[in-house]
């Protein structure tokens, strides 16, 4: 962060003379001064870029080649004569030396640059930045010991900080005292204050103890005072104590203490409640067992929106209504509806950015829910309902139901249907699940950007879609926000079972932390004040790390497909036709097996380690490769209805390049063809390894990405002793292809072996599974019906099971989907309320899950067939899914009490299956069946156990014992 000026590279080494001359030109420079443009007739120059003019997205080259510069995401702001280029998220430049300027044998490059220092606190530990007064600094710095302490830098020896050009220094003012006052940002209350003297020849007082805080956000004010009392500077910041959250305890399925506040009838032709329906044709049907509201279809809203010259590429009609909120206050928002055999609906609660007196506001988006009914699991066309919490923040909420699906292969999905929508208001706070738990079973929504799980909870800033980037909080204000906004995501984990988050920590090309080496992240730490309030609640964190195309990594795509012919090492992936690029999402990709792209994004986890990995609430990282996006990975796209075999060859021919070529011939101990710098080796290398070494080919790419990961780990655990690194194996593409491999065999073909990573100290592989109505969501809208078989056996095939197993931890990435769709708004002159006229459309993300008990089949598979010590569920973006929470307090308080160690299966009936801990004394089992069950089962162990939930006796005689199940259920049991 921060901004560059006048960059010049020279190809060959600058004399001392010389340096200072350059440095002058500009230390000097004054608008209009003579010569302050600079020379630029030394032929060692090769790129001068003064960045005072951007045009058609190129700067202006002023070295004798007179090159163009080509701009990617830069923008222009003050340099030290003229412009100078920004340095934010994804900034970069990008020029093409002429080939006859790059060899040399030395170089000199010229910056100025000025980097943003931060003006405020993380949390415990921070470092705070200087304020300058009369060339001299002073800060604050604050840490933990037994107390709180106050620092000031000022050295004692205070003439040595003065500029060497300085002769008058005796004529400089001092601070005779420096004035310090501490207040609580969340009441504005005066907690102390206090002062440092300077004594003549002693200098100053070093620190100063704070009293003692309760958990909070606070902030120490600092102004420096002349001998008269004049105020000469003043420096302040930012504190925040962590604590415990105090909240009620209550049993799994406990009701919530709940106040009706208000109902719409959804029924009725005029449900009141300002209703409003987007293309004005929903209507009210009658079904088999009772009355509803339904939303126009995909095909009927896209012939709706062809007839009013709308566009159509977001088919979603919707409906909703308006209640009254109290901000601060928690409500529960419950939807009743029908259980249909194809229902597809999203949820969203919506509140003002404002609430001007006319009503016209623009929309954030504060909580996404929804609910699938029927499709392939069973469905009875009674009316159910759907609940979720709301923490309001305006005076209003509107709950709008929204027809999720646009198409699905073969079947219309049935749209929203909503009969009736209540408010209800929460007595006292949010209870906590009380549940047994050993720590280690890490249960938690995965987030893509981080700090946009805090968009559901923020009472302030950090509220609605995108909360943390559009409602950033003021400088000054930013962790008093951010503390009330973790406080209620804690609140909401805590009640819903969950006991991790899978914080997204860099995605795309920008960090969400501040990061030295990578793009992007601010100045604020969001995820040490989250850990560290996870750390004194009983939460932890996962740092997830997503890279797609990143500018570290671009800047290693040098070469040309001319140069990579000859014989360049590039980091990109090269095909069996010697061409780069191919076969990626993602444009220019990158090989992760060249030593460059590794050593690259190790330095990413290495930063993440030496950053978090002390903090007691950080449980480890965890790094997505796979799918052509998520960098680094193996190159997998491919036609998607192409043979088996025409698949196989895009895919294996997709990494010829000679780095990889060089590792494939040492692991496997072959020659092979083709000398280096003949463009026709790519081919011939790759068609000898097909005749001659193709498995072992095949077995290379899954121990390459292995061995990349590996690297990743050693990096990060180098910095972070005794926290695990996840490696999460993303691979959707094998299930959206015509042709079909045994699941095994399909995981190696896309470079996914387990049998790789089982020795890798501290790695934890956690492989992707979809979920079990996977082809029903946006994400697999490319799937059709006849996928799901195909989905279902690899979810339930025991070799692969077998593969994943493993004595140490292990972990899953269950892929439950979001839609990402919009809503359609339009100017409506005569309504007071919903939207002001400018805002025709919101992008949303939405989650609906099965609804019922079916909510719990993607998590029983999972445990049928091996025993996760981490699961993380959902991908989230916008906000994280809410909804559905008495069905997942069920699971959670079971999966919580499951004993650490080994499991095993003892024995399986149907859709039954028991497992037992090896060497100690607790088993499960497991339904995953629809129905209820009565069976007697093996269950590995003998004698008088417990229900770990709910208290009741079992005993085992013999190692059978007898169980009555609940339609998917799991029953945790622990020796009395």
């Known amino acids: 962060m921060g901004a560059i000026d006048n960059v010049r590279i020279y190809r060959r080494v600058l004399n001392a003379e010389e340096a200072q001359a350059r440095f002058e030109e500009r230390n000097n420079y004054t608008t209009g001064s003579a010569g302050a443009t600079g020379a630029n007739t030394d032929p060692s120059l090769v790129l001068w870029l003064d960045f005072d003019k951007l045009e058609s997205g190129t700067f202006h080259d002023r070295s004798p080649l007179n090159l163009l510069a080509t701009n990617h995401a830069g923008t222009l702001g003050e340099g030290v004569d003229g412009s100078a280029l920004c340095l934010s998220n994804g900034a970069n430049?990008?020029?093409?030396?002429?080939?006859?300027?790059?060899?040399?044998?030395?170089?000199?490059?010229?910056?100025?640059?000025?980097?943003?220092?931060?003006?405020?606190?993380?949390?415990?530990?921070?470092?705070?930045?200087?304020?300058k007064y009369n060339g001299m600094p002073f800060s604050l710095r604050w840490r933990m010991d037994q107390g709180f302490w106050l620092y000031m830098n000022t050295p004692e020896d205070e003439q040595r900080y003065l500029p060497a050009?300085?002769?008058?220094?005796?004529?400089?003012?001092?601070?005779?005292?420096?004035?310090?006052?501490?207040?609580?940002?969340?009441?504005?209350?005066a907690v102390a204050q206090g002062e440092f003297r300077r004594e003549a020849g002693k200098g100053y007082e070093r620190r100063r103890a704070l009293p003692p805080m309760t958990a909070g956000t606070y902030r120490v004010e600092v102004e420096a005072l002349g001998e008269d009392g004049r105020v000469m500077d003043r420096c302040g910041t930012e504190l925040a104590v962590a604590g415990e959250i105090v909240q009620p305890a209550m049993k799994p399925g406990q009701p919530l203490r709940l106040r009706k506040v208000d109902e719409a009838d959804l029924t009725l032709a005029d449900p009141g409640h300002d209703f409003y329906s987007f293309s004005g044709l929903s209507e009210v049907v009658k079904g088999e067992k009772g009355r509803w509201r339904r939303t126009l279809g995909a095909k009927e809203t896209i012939t709706y929106l062809a007839s009013v010259g709308a566009a159509v590429s977001w088919a979603n009609d919707w409906f909703g209504v308006r209640f009254k909120t109290q901000p601060g206050k928690l409500y529960v928002v419950e939807l009743e509806y029908p259980d249909l055999p194809f229902l597809s609906m999203s949820t969203f609660l919506m509140e003002p950015k404002d609430d001007p007196a006319d009503g016209k506001c623009k929309p954030v988006l504060r909580t996404s829910t929804g609910v699938f009914a029927g499709t392939f699991l069973t469905n009875n066309n009674a009316m159910t309902t759907i609940r979720t919490v709301h923490f309001a923040s305006a005076p209003w909420v509107a709950v709008c139901a929204v027809n999720a699906h646009n198409t699905m292969a073969g079947r219309e999905m049935d749209p929203a249907s909503v009969s009736r929508i209540t408010l209800y208001e929460l007595e006292g706070d949010l209870p906590k699940l009380d549940a047994p738990a050993n720590g280690n079973r890490l249960l938690g929504v995965h987030c893509e950007s981080g700090g946009l799980s805090l968009s559901s909870f923020g009472v302030t800033a950090f509220r609605g879609e995108l909360g943390e980037w559009n409602d950033r909080p003021k400088p000054g204000a930013?962790?008093?926000?951010?503390?009330?906004?973790?406080?209620?995501?804690?609140?909401?984990?805590?009640?819903?079972?969950?006991?991790?988050?899978?914080?997204?920590?860099?995605?795309?090309?920008?960090?969400?932390?501040?990061?030295?080496?990578?793009?992007?992240?601010?100045?604020h730490d969001l995820p040490m004040l989250m850990a560290r309030m996870f750390e004194r609640n009983g939460l932890k964190l996962v740092l997830t790390v997503m890279p797609h195309y990143t500018l570290p990594t671009a800047r290693l795509h040098e070469y040309s497909h001319y140069d990579v012919a000859r014989g360049a090492s590039t980091a990109s992936p090269v095909n069996r036709d010697g061409r780069q690029n191919l076969m990626h999402r993602c444009c220019p990709a990158v090989n992760p097996f060249h030593p460059g792209v590794r050593e690259a994004f190790s330095r990413l986890a290495a930063e993440l380690g030496a950053r978090y990995g002390a903090l007691p609430g950080v449980a480890g990282m965890a790094w997505m490769t796979g799918q052509s996006w998520w960098e680094p990975c193996l190159p997998v796209l491919a036609p998607q209805d192409g043979t088996a075999e025409q698949t196989e060859k895009a895919l294996l021919g997709a990494m010829c390049d000679d780095e990889s070529m060089r590792q494939f011939a040492q692991y496997a101990g072959v020659t092979l063809p083709g000398k280096t710098g003949d463009p026709e080796r790519f081919g011939e290398r790759y068609e000898w390894i097909m005749a001659n070494a193709r498995e072992a080919f095949k077995d290379f790419r899954c121990w390459g990405m292995a061995r990349t990961h590996e690297a990743l780990k050693n990096a990060f655990a180098g910095k972070a002793r005794d926290k695990d690194y996840l490696a999460i194996d993303y691979y959707q593409d094998v299930f959206v292809r015509t042709a079909e491999w045994d699941p095994v065999e399909a995981c190696r073909l896309f470079g996914s072996g387990p049998k790789h990573y089982r020795d890798i100290p501290g790695l934890v592989l956690a492989p992707y599974v979809p979920e079990a109505n996977g082809c029903t969501h946006w994400e697999h809208s490319s799937m059709s019906l006849e996928a799901m078989p195909k989905i279902r056996r690899f979810i339930a095939d025991d070799a692969l099971a077998r593969e994943w197993d493993t004595r140490g931890k292990s972990a899953r990435y269950l892929h439950r989907q979001f839609y990402e769709h919009g809503m359609n708004l339009r100017s409506e002159p005569d309504r007071k309320w919903f939207w002001a006229p400018e805002v025709t459309r919101l992008a949303t993300c939405s989650y609906p899950q099965q609804g019922g008990r079916g909510y719990l089949l993607d998590f029983l598979l999972l445990l049928a067939r091996g025993t996760p010590d981490y699961i993380s569920y959902m991908w989230c973006d916008s906000t994280i899914p809410m909804g559905h929470e008495q069905s997942h307090q069920e699971f959670a308080a079971a999966y919580r009490a499951l004993p650490s160690g080994y499991y095993r299966e003892a024995d399986r009936r149907g859709n039954i299956f028991v497992r037992y801990l090896e060497g100690g004394d607790a088993f499960y089992v497991v339904n995953t069946d629809g129905a209820p069950a009565k069976a007697r089962l093996k269950t590995g162990l003998s004698g008088t156990f417990r229900d770990a939930v709910t208290g009741k006796r079992l005993k085992a005689r013999n190692g059978l014992a007898s169980f009555d199940l609940k339609p998917y259920q799991l029953q945790t049991f622990v020796a009395r």
């Open 478 to 523: 930013y962790y008093r926000d951010a503390y009330l906004a973790v406080a209620n995501l804690i609140r909401y984990m805590r009640y819903r079972g969950d006991t991790a988050l899978y914080y997204g920590m860099y995605r795309y090309r920008s960090a969400q932390f501040p990061s030295r080496t990578f793009p992007g992240g601010g100045e």
């Open 165 to 189: 050009a300085t002769s008058a220094a005796a004529s400089l003012e001092f601070p005779s005292r420096y004035v310090w006052s501490l207040s609580n940002t969340l009441t504005s209350a």
């Open 93 to 131: 430049v990008t020029v093409n030396l002429p080939e006859t300027v790059r060899e040399f044998k030395a170089l000199t490059l010229e910056a100025w640059v000025s980097p943003d220092l931060p003006h405020h606190s993380t949390i415990l530990g921070a470092l705070h930045p200087q304020a």
